[in-house]
């Protein structure tokens, strides 16, 4: 099929490639000419593990390419609004970027005059109600009777109204992407959502869908093989509303079970229990399920937060207060508090200290710094007088670019951050931390103190290598 991705971020690029991989034609539309001149050159503005390889053959294939040009990309027949919906001030998503989008459409549909049916679909995480606003967006951008010098806007019409509408229809299809595993989650998914109030966009994204639907596609073995066992993949087929509502209901849970497991961890802690022999006594449930059930210094990234505040402001536009939400993001800004109270209470003394830092994304297999519980970290150490250090696999340039008022130590490796610490704390739990020879990092510190925010290690392998201070809620 002809598709257009709107919006060559983090979920458009990867949606762009996977779906070139598969053998849809896809042009993917950025506003940014330097950005659209680097992917068509293979180069990608994010880290994602496999993606460059997929760029790299999307293009050599001639499958996928790269424009700035949104009236040529929405020729095609699927059109994917994938472009970002940061929270502003209040919590609530800005949404002017798929409002500019949507009106465009409108406007190159409307000059295209032909009998091509699109079918445009919110990939953007959005606001319950926003395929019926997008769908209002597109016919407003269709109308040809606007006039200058003031005058009012008509609508042409009933007869008008109900033809511009027939030129095309309005989907959502919900996104749910993990950092650092996007190719497999995009090939190999738990579920495809659509939601749609029109069966012409259902039987179009049905088609787009069919090869991972059926898993009747060859996998790029080398990026992200088949797991064993994977036959098919469940197709949810919804209304708008809930699907919208999926995708927000979804990182509710998954941020609340995260809230849950550190609440516990805390309580461990003061009880003399083990948080990890906890989480993994209860995660063998059935009902409950080991994942997420991690205790740590907390979640962070672009998602979770943005999606329970959204969420949250949904509910009180509707005279709810959702108390286990406000919840679930208030346990977690405290989690990150944690590691400080755990340093002060092995150093007493933070002020003069130099602290390391393992890890400045806010998880591994990326280099995403939004929200990252890392720089929550650092900010209070060095408002408190401490020298940081930090060492991050990818993100280290990442964040030395983007937070240049940080004042940051950057070392090259582990044990350069660890030579002259007080104290080192494992921030991110990328696989290369978890194969850290603690005797070693121990013989190059000047204390003895290692915090392990994210229980990589047991505490018996923390004590001999005769370090102290110990992992979350244990």
Request: proline share 5%; glycine share 10%; hydrophobic share 40%.
């Amino acid at each position: 099929m002809q598709i257009s991705v709107v919006g060559s971020g983090y979920v458009g690029l990867v949606t762009g490639a996977c779906l070139a991989y598969l053998g849809h034609t896809v042009t993917c539309v950025d506003i940014d000419p330097a950005k659209v001149e680097s992917l068509g050159a293979g180069r990608s503005p994010i880290y994602e593990p496999g993606l460059d390889d997929l760029l790299a053959a999307g293009l050599a294939s001639r499958r996928l390419s790269f424009t700035t040009d949104l009236g040529a990309a929405a020729a095609a027949e699927v059109i994917f609004i994938a472009v970002g919906t940061p929270p502003r001030a209040d919590g609530s998503p800005d949404m002017q970027f798929v409002q500019n989008v949507a009106r465009s459409i409108g406007h190159a549909i409307a000059a295209s005059n032909d009998q091509v049916t699109r079918v445009i679909v919110n990939k953007s995480t959005v606001p319950v109600g926003s395929g019926n606003w997008v769908e209002m967006l597109v016919v407003e951008g269709q109308r040809d009777d606007e006039r200058d010098g003031g005058k009012p806007r008509r609508s042409g019409g009933l007869a008008n109204e109900a033809e511009r509408r027939g030129t095309f229809a309005v989907a959502s299809n919900p996104e749910f992407l993990r950092e650092g595993s996007a190719i497999h989650d995009t090939l190999y998914p738990d579920r495809i959502v659509i939601g749609a109030n029109d069966a012409r966009a259902v039987n179009a994204l049905r088609a787009v869908y069919e090869p991972i639907l059926s898993q009747q596609f060859t996998p790029p073995t080398a990026i992200a093989p088949r797991p064993e066992g994977f036959r098919a993949v469940p197709l949810v087929v919804t209304d708008l509303a809930s699907a919208e509502m999926i995708k927000y209901a979804a990182n509710a849970f998954l941020a609340t079970k995260i809230s849950f497991s550190n609440e516990i961890a805390n309580i461990c802690e003061r009880v003399g229990a083990d948080a990890s022999q906890v989480m993994r006594g209860i995660g063998l449930d059935s009902r409950i399920g080991t994942r997420f059930l991690n205790p740590g210094v907390g979640w962070g990234g672009s998602c979770f937060g943005k999606d329970l505040s959204a969420l949250i402001g949904i509910a009180g536009e509707y005279q709810y207060d959702p108390e286990l939400l406000r919840s679930a993001v208030a346990v977690n800004e405290r989690q990150r508090q944690v590691v400080i109270r755990k340093l002060q209470n092995a150093l007493k003394i933070v002020k003069g200290r130099t602290i390391g830092l393992l890890g400045l994304a806010f998880k591994p297999d990326t280099d995403d710094l939004r929200d990252a519980p890392s720089i929550t970290i650092a900010e209070a150490l060095i408002g408190m007088g401490a020298r940081v250090k930090a060492y991050d696999p990818v993100a280290g340039d990442v964040c030395f670019r983007q937070r240049p008022d940080l004042d940051l130590v950057y070392a090259e490796s582990a044990e350069d951050l660890a030579a002259g610490c007080d104290a080192v704390v494992l921030v991110t739990e990328w696989e290369e931390f978890a194969r850290i020879d603690l005797s070693r990092l121990a013989k190059v510190m000047s204390g003895d103190v290692f915090i392990d925010g994210r229980n990589v290690f047991d505490t018996s392998s923390i004590e001999r290598a005769g370090l102290r201070g110990g992992g979350i809620g244990r």
